[in-house]
């Protein structure tokens, strides 16, 4: 029997519910600071990225509208309607926005006065919006491409156009938004380009539309979204389609002259989400699929129905067959850990990527006869020198500045997969099989954090298990590992000498 617990409220009715004195003194407080002060970037909080997100409101809907021009060393254009709902008083409203020129904003249909302030957009609206009302903040802007190459993120520029990876936090290196995992909302997307372009993005396809030599492309997500999954694929692309298990709709974006050498790649699918459904229940999502782009990225990335590959991985003959079905299921694994239940915070990423590898690992013990504890006592071996390069699980160090990707360290990989094998070990395989799959399904499409796990962890385990995981999540060290006394830190290796000069 699955366990449950009643519905956590919207935001916005967390606001509404508090007494009227409250609210009076909360909504003066915030008119009086908006009028009287400059504008500045704001932020909600977050220990990795305080400048991330922004307060007072909670993104319903993001509808995207994208004109390519047919090469990808120039900006796009591009209009990004948001519709929100207020959780608070505001004269102003801060949207996350850099390496784009705004040309106009309105808000409700009416033109608004805007500013930038560090990475946020500070639009001003004729009027204060109200506590709880939903409003409409149209922003008419360019995108460039050029602009975010010299950031982690943004758009990534491929051999035949463009896709996206806005990892951790560049989406809005893209298109204004409230970039902030905490914050989903649904998305629709509208992608203009010259004929003889394929645009693929998150979502199911809603129609496409030829007017003179260019065609738009339009999509849309049936569940809600972080703004970092967002995809947008724009090339000389073929989409491969087949039907996976329980009949969901697959679809594949492959460049099209590398079509049939990827085909044995691309077939594959099916079974691995079978696999994974088999481990944690039904797959979330209404379309899967993989796009392998022509660019040089160093990773992979788990875009919401649509996730992110290097093609070269899969011609590459230098990765084995096995390694590259194990990456092919990480990023699968994702669509549940990190996609439909998403972090709250930045901190929480262990729960993505602790998970993903966890799947990765198993997949490749029992498809490929890799045994996943050889790879944890590996792990447990390196664990504290992973802690005191980049803290630990669920603590990692903020990365050095112009390298935010530098938080997706062995410690929120690997580290974390040891404190899932750990809690295994703890609470024993039956009961972790059975959080596993309670904890995507209790919070499919939500944001969550670590302290939510550990309370699911607890009740199915049947005890307390805060004290386990604070020494596994948070400590400097490696607790000793359940069931393995033996395992111990294994130092680094000594540095090499310099070969001596005869």
């Given at each position: 029997?699955?366990?449950?617990?009643?519905?956590?409220?919207?935001?916005?009715?967390?606001?509404?519910?508090?007494?009227?004195?409250?609210?009076?003194?909360?909504?003066?407080?915030?008119?009086?600071?908006?009028?009287?002060?400059?504008?500045?970037?704001?932020?909600?909080?977050?220990?990795?990225?305080?400048?991330?997100?922004?307060?007072?409101?909670?993104?319903?809907?993001?509808?995207?509208?994208?004109?390519?021009?047919?090469?990808?060393?120039?900006?796009?254009?591009?209009?990004?309607?948001?519709?929100?709902?207020?959780?608070?008083?505001?004269?102003?409203?801060?949207?996350?926005?850099?390496?784009?020129?705004?040309?106009?904003?309105?808000?409700?249909?009416?033109?608004?006065?805007?500013?930038?302030?560090?990475?946020?957009?500070?639009?001003?609206?004729?009027?204060?919006?109200?506590?709880?009302?939903?409003?409409?903040?149209?922003?008419?802007?360019?995108?460039?491409?050029?602009?975010?190459?010299?950031?982690?993120?943004?758009?990534?520029?491929?051999?035949?156009?463009?896709?996206?990876?806005?990892?951790?936090?560049?989406?809005?290196?893209?298109?204004?938004?409230?970039?902030?995992?905490?914050?989903?909302?649904?998305?629709?997307?509208?992608?203009?380009?010259?004929?003889?372009?394929?645009?693929?993005?998150?979502?199911?396809?809603?129609?496409?539309?030829?007017?003179?030599?260019?065609?738009?492309?339009?999509?849309?997500?049936?569940?809600?979204?972080?703004?970092?999954?967002?995809?947008v694929s724009i090339g000389h692309s073929a989409v491969v389609r087949r039907t996976g298990p329980h009949g969901l709709p697959l679809r594949d974006v492959v460049p099209a002259a590398d079509k049939k050498e990827l085909e044995p790649w691309l077939a594959k699918t099916p079974d691995q989400i079978a696999w994974v459904e088999s481990k944690i229940g039904p797959y979330p999502f209404e379309t899967y699929g993989v796009l392998m782009a022509q660019a040089s990225t160093g990773f992979e990335l788990e875009t919401?129905?649509?996730?992110?590959?290097?093609?070269?991985?899969?011609?590459?003959?230098?990765?084995?067959?096995?390694?590259?079905?194990?990456?092919?299921?990480?990023?699968?694994?994702?669509?549940?850990?990190?996609?439909?239940?998403?972090?709250?915070?930045?901190?929480?990423?262990?729960?993505?990527?602790?998970?993903?590898?966890?799947?990765?690992?198993?997949?490749?013990?029992?498809?490929?006869?890799?045994?996943?504890?050889?790879?944890?006592?590996?792990?447990?071996?390196?664990?504290?020198?992973?802690?005191?390069?980049?803290?630990?699980?669920?603590?990692?160090?903020?990365?050095?500045?112009?390298q935010k990707i530098g938080i997706f360290r062995p410690n929120i990989y690997d580290g974390a997969a040891l404190v899932l094998f750990a809690l295994r070990q703890e609470i024993g395989k039956d009961a972790f099989e059975r959080l596993e799959k309670v904890w995507v399904q209790e919070n499919r499409d939500t944001s969550v954090g670590t302290a939510d796990f550990v309370r699911l962890a607890s009740a199915i385990g049947g005890r307390d298990l805060t004290g386990f995981f604070q020494d596994w999540l948070y400590?400097?060290?490696?607790?000793?590992?359940?069931?393995?006394?033996?395992?111990?830190?294994?130092?680094?290796?000594?540095?090499?000498?310099?070969?001596?000069?005869?």
């Open positions: 029997m699955l366990l449950t617990r009643p519905a956590r409220p919207h935001p916005a009715l967390r606001f509404l519910r508090r007494p009227k004195a409250a609210l009076l003194a909360s909504a003066v407080t915030v008119c009086l600071v908006a009028a009287g002060a400059p504008a500045e970037p704001l932020g909600v909080g977050d220990r990795i990225f305080p400048e991330l997100g922004n307060p007072g409101y909670d993104v319903a809907a993001y509808d995207l509208a994208f004109t390519y021009p047919g090469s990808n060393d120039k900006p796009l254009q591009a209009v990004t309607t948001i519709e929100a709902r207020l959780t608070d008083s505001l004269k102003r409203i801060n949207l996350d926005f850099a390496h784009g020129t705004v040309e106009s904003v309105e808000v409700d249909g009416r033109r608004a006065a805007f500013t930038s302030a560090g990475e946020d957009l500070v639009v001003t609206p004729g009027h204060v919006l109200p506590l709880g009302s939903v409003t409409r903040i149209t922003v008419r802007h360019t995108s460039d491409p050029v602009a975010a190459d010299d950031h982690d993120g943004g758009w990534v520029r491929t051999t035949d156009g463009l896709a996206m990876a806005n990892q951790a936090d560049a989406a809005h290196l893209v298109f204004p938004c409230n970039d902030h995992p905490s914050d989903k909302a649904m998305f629709t997307f509208h992608v203009t380009a010259p004929n003889g372009y394929t645009a693929v993005a998150n979502g199911l396809p809603t129609g496409a539309v030829k007017a003179g030599g260019s065609t738009t492309w339009s999509y849309r997500s049936q569940h809600p979204m972080a703004t970092e999954l967002a995809q919401q129905t649509l996730s992110l590959f290097e093609k070269d991985i899969f011609t590459e003959p230098a990765y084995p067959k096995w390694y590259i079905e194990s990456v092919m299921v990480h990023e699968l694994s994702h669509q549940w850990f990190g996609d439909s239940v998403s972090p709250r915070t930045w901190s929480d990423v262990w729960l993505n990527e602790g998970h993903a590898t966890w799947y990765e690992a198993l997949y490749a013990e029992e498809k490929a006869d890799r045994p996943l504890q050889d790879r944890m006592k590996a792990a447990y071996g390196a664990s504290d020198r992973w802690r005191a390069a980049g803290g630990p699980p669920a603590k990692p160090k903020p990365p050095a500045p112009g400590g400097e060290k490696t607790p000793p590992m359940p069931g393995h006394p033996d395992w111990k830190q294994v130092p680094p290796p000594a540095p090499s000498k310099p070969a001596r000069k005869s």
